[in-house]
């Protein structure tokens, strides 16, 4: 790349012509952070929720979580609600109960439908080792950061075989999006990435269908999360689209990193909040962030950066 159910009265992805329509900052603001319950909050995850919880407090609007525990193999018992517990000693409140992902399942069947019937997705019958063979037959063994790039075999049928998942077919070239603090940005999802799974092999939901199903359905304007994730915005877009959904604004913060020099994550040995003062471990966000140490309360230090993030983030023609 250059503990609540659905809300009351929600439906699934209709047409319309926001199809291709970009949210502003200065629409009315929902902001959301998403955390996955593979662990407790760490370093890294905390700056993408403040960073969050800021970008919505500055604008005036709102702030929701949801809890991405669509991919349940990888989700730890109670994780979510040690997250939540670390949000609010952080004092990092949502103006709705939190959403889990996992309860939502019914709104994201619809939205395969629809894709389904507009050509925009179709059964694939590959196994992982199908893909990389195939590859190899093209001279492209090559994974991209440990994903496949997937080559297109069943895109004009099974074979013969039985379907295994359903991917998302990727026609519309290079997409073109801004992000307010990286920039201009742009991919070729069908060359950098190919289609893409909507439905798992094992029936759960894939990452990048629920994320913006969900998106869509709670009314969120504008993403903000960690710089690791921009490598998902492109396809998210392409979904946006073909589902008829406003596209929001994006905003990629700066990475933790860790020992060896990367993402500081789980799997890396990223070591639980320690949040018995959790203004040390804000300020330690905030830095991350750019924005300066306050040695006031945590919700003084809060109605400070607020302010500071006004000036170094809500970038002029926003």
């Known amino acids: 790349m250059s503990a609540a159910g659905p809300p009351q009265g929600a439906k699934a ?16 603001y929902v ?42 193999p990888r989700c730890v018992p109670g994780a979510a609600e040690t997250i939540l517990r670390q949000l609010a000693q952080c004092s990092l409140q949502p103006d709705e109960t939190p959403a889990w992902q996992s309860r ?55 074979a013969g075989r039985p379907a295994r998942a359903w991917r998302f077919r990727t026609t519309d070239g290079t997409v073109r999006w801004h992000d307010r603090r990286l920039g201009p940005q742009q991919q070729d999802v069908e060359r950098e990435v190919g289609d893409f799974v909507l439905k798992r092999a094992d029936g759960l939901w894939a990452y990048q269908l629920a994320v913006v199903v969900d998106d869509g359905l709670q009314g969120v304007t504008q993403v903000v ?28 913060t700066p990475l933790v990193l860790g020992p060896n020099g990367e993402k500081l994550s789980k799997q890396n040995g990223a070591q639980a909040l320690e949040l018995g003062d959790p203004s040390r471990a804000l300020n ?9 140490q306050q040695g006031a309360t945590v919700a003084q ?18």
């Open 13 to 28: 992805p209709a047409g319309g012509s926001a199809a291709h329509e970009v949210a502003s900052v200065g629409a009315t």
């Open 31 to 72: 902001g959301r952070f998403a955390p996955s319950p593979t662990g407790p909050l760490h370093a890294g995850s905390l700056v993408a929720a403040l960073a969050s919880w800021l970008d919505a407090r500055a604008h005036g609007g709102r702030w929701l979580v949801r809890i991405e525990d669509v991919d349940t």
């Open 104 to 158: 939502r399942g019914a709104f994201y069947q619809p939205a395969l439908d629809r894709l389904i019937g507009q050509g925009d997705a179709y059964p694939c019958a590959c196994s992982r080792k199908d893909i990389e063979l195939a590859l190899a037959a093209q001279g492209r063994g090559h994974p991209r950061h440990g994903e496949l790039v997937y080559p297109g075999t069943c895109r004009n049928g099974l």
């Open 225 to 252: 999360r960690g710089e690791d994730l921009a490598d998902n915005t492109a396809r998210q877009i392409l979904l946006q689209r073909a589902l008829g959904l406003t596209v929001p604004g994006y905003l990629h």
């Open 284 to 292: 330690a966000a905030a830095g991350t962030l750019g924005l300066t």
């Open 301 to 318: 230090a809060l109605v400070a950066w607020q302010a500071q993030w006004r000036d170094s983030y809500n970038l002029a023609g926003d």
